[in-house]
């Protein structure tokens, strides 16, 4: 069964260096997520990404996040600058959804810990 | 924006007992209601969906109940067994998944008791 796959699984940094969380979202879908969930708290929704641009960012999604597809499979997430805050489970999520909705795959999420 | 609220936030229930997870949304707007299932270290899982123009939905244990008038909405997990402890989490969403994605409530984590 195809799956959306996420790297790295576990990542540790210092505050104020750059992380880049990669994804491969499943291969016939058309709409692209990331959403984060901080311990123990709901999931919440960063980005959407369709036909190569973002269609939709929460107020999450400040200028320290970019979102990229550099190539046909993978979709990265970069924080630029991490603060102590940035440190949760991110979700990268798609679905072949456009015109007709349809469900959200996750992958099994990237826990990132800012130090 | 959607705001959708869940109860409770735990629930703890003897096995073979019926489960109920309750949500409210906030935007009548809203048109697809799906329900995720998290078990621990993995992502949500979709388990069901409902859709603004079906007021019920059944996939054998699990059921789901839409009232849009009340902007509510439920799940219902019978003959419940061990597997299915988990968080479970509700969302909505306005284009059914497309551009804005989901909101989702805060969570119940369901413990089943053998």
């Known amino acids: 069964e195809p799956e959306v796959t996420q790297t790295p699984s576990h990542q540790v940094t210092q505050m104020g260096q750059e992380v880049i969380l990669r994804c491969v979202p499943i291969?016939?879908?058309?709409?692209f997520y990331w959403y984060r969930q901080i311990l123990g708290q709901k999931v919440e929704f960063l980005v959407s990404?369709?036909?190569?641009?973002?269609?939709?960012k929460s107020e999450i999604f400040d200028d320290q996040f970019s979102v990229e597809r550099p190539d046909g499979s993978n979709f990265t997430l970069k924080i630029r600058s991490t603060k102590l805050e940035d440190s949760a489970m991110y979700f990268c999520?798609?679905?072949?959804?456009?015109?007709?909705?349809?469900?959200?795959?996750f992958g099994e999420g990237s826990r990132l810990t800012v130090l | 924006g959607e705001n959708v609220e869940q109860h409770p936030s735990t629930l703890s229930v003897q096995e073979g007992d019926s489960a109920v997870i309750k949500c409210t949304y906030s935007?009548?707007?809203?048109?697809?209601f799906p329900w995720y299932k998290q078990e621990l270290g993995k992502g949500p899982q979709l388990i069901i969906d409902?859709?603004?123009?079906?007021g019920e939905k059944k996939d054998q244990r699990i059921a789901v109940t839409l009232n849009k008038t009340a902007k509510h909405f439920s799940l219902h997990i019978t003959e419940t067994q061990p597997e299915d402890s988990a968080v479970y989490f509700c969302?909505?969403?306005?284009?059914?998944?497309?551009?804005?994605?989901?909101?989702f409530g805060k969570g119940t984590h369901l413990i089943i008791q053998p």
């Open positions: 999520a798609s679905s072949v959804a456009q015109g007709a909705p349809g469900e959200l795959f």
């Open positions: 969302a909505a969403s306005i284009s059914g998944g497309g551009a804005d994605g989901l909101t």
């Open positions: 990404f369709y036909n190569n641009e973002i269609s939709e």
């Open positions: 935007d009548s707007a809203s048109n697809y």
């Open positions: 291969s016939n879908h058309l709409y």
């Open positions: 409902i859709r603004s123009n079906v």
